[in-house]
Structures are given as structure tokens and as C-alpha cells.
């Protein structure tokens, strides 16, 4: 009894000729779909997880007529779905603290402030994480939250004073009348 032959049910990866090849037979769609994952991967690589995923669905959506780019863009959503699920999720309030602290130091003000406001719902008469969180407004341009989580850690313990007048994180808010006299008033 001869055995029956059967399809490959995973597709092989594309050469670069079979890319070049496949693109001057297609070039509208298959040109739009091959940018619009080479940018899904460049946001991908710079570790943008949501929006590399968001741009790997909308290829699915809308190059469904490509399916060898929409096979990989599946792949790579299946990835930043994993890795999302492996992101760090701090538990305590020294982890939210620390990992906020770690975020505001590599320039990542959007993720420090989560961080850090997760610490303050914790311990929310923290000193310590309202002068984090106030450093990480003000980095982030919010001078108005930055200066209310600055007065309650000032409030909180004196000595924030002190280290606000020499924080780099505070040079821009120093100018503003409220914080200025926050700074120099002792109460």
C-alpha cells in the first residue's frame, strides 16, 4: 500500500528572492503589508510591545489578501502576547517603588508614574514614593501633580525640602512661585 502524500500545513520562510519576486508580482498590497510589518518589527525591537501588537493586528485586518505576511504577523502577536504576560508585576509596595525609580531612571516617565502611583495606593502616606512620584510629574512636564505629590512629601518629612533644592528633577518646577516658596519656607 503506497502512502498518501500530504500538504505542508506550515508555510516555509519566504527568500529574500521569493520576497523580491513575490513583490514585482504584487506590488500594491504585498509592498503596503511588507512596510507595515517592518514596522510592527521596529517597534517590536525598540520593546513597544502594545504597539508592535496593535500594528501586527491591524496587518491581520487589513492585508488579509497577503498570507504569508499575515501568517508572520500572527506569530509575532502570539510573541508580544507572551511577552506581556512575562512583563514584571511588582507585588509589594518596595517593588512598585523601586521598579518606578528603575523606569524614571532609564527616561521611561509614563511607566514610572504607574509605578509609583501603585506604590502611593499601597502607602499612601508614603514620603518617600510621593517625592519619586513628584520627581517623575515633573520630568514628565505635570507640573501640577508634580508640585501636590512634592508639598505632601515635603509634609511628610522636612528633609524632601532639602533634597528637592538640589534634584535635578525639580529644576523646571523650582521657577514656579508655589514651589519656590515651598522649598524655602520651613512650613
Known amino acids: 500500500m503506497a502512502k498518501k502524500a500530504t500538504a505542508r500545513t506550515k508555510s516555509a520562510p519566504i527568500s529574500r528572492k521569493k520576497l523580491a519576486r513575490k513583490s514585482s508580482e504584487r506590488p500594491e498590497g504585498y509592498n503596503k503589508a511588507i512596510e507595515a510589518f517592518e514596522k510592527a518589527l521596529k517597534a517590536l525591537h525598540k520593546g513597544d510591545v502594545e504597539r508592535a501588537r496593535s500594528q501586527f493586528d491591524a496587518i491581520v485586518t487589513e492585508f488579509r489578501e497577503e498570507p504569508?505576511?499575515?501568517?508572520?504577523?500572527l506569530a509575532y502577536r502570539a510573541a508580544c502576547d507572551r511577552q506581556r504576560k512575562s512583563s514584571f508585576s511588582p507585588r509589594t509596595?518596595?517593588?512598585a517603588v523601586a521598579y518606578g525609580v528603575f523606569c524614571h531612571n532609564r527616561g521611561d516617565y509614563d511607566r514610572a508614574i504607574k509605578y509609583l502611583s501603585k506604590a502611593i495606593d499601597m502607602e499612601p502616606n508614603s514620603d518617600h514614593a510621593h517625592?519619586?512620584?513628584?520627581?517623575?510629574y515633573s520630568r514628565h512636564g505635570d507640573s501640577q501633580d508634580a508640585t501636590r505629590h512634592l508639598k505632601q512629601a515635603v509634609t511628610g518629612n522636612p528633609y524632601n525640602r532639602v533634597l528637592a533644592k538640589a534634584d535635578a528633577d525639580f529644576a523646571a518646577l523650582r521657577a514656579e512661585t508655589e514651589v519656590a516658596q515651598l522649598l524655602t519656607s520651613p512650613d
Not at 68 to 73: G, M, S, T
Open 68 to 73: 504569508e505576511v499575515v501568517d508572520r504577523a
Open 93 to 95: 509596595f518596595e517593588e
Open 131 to 136: 517625592y519619586c512620584l513628584a520627581a517623575a
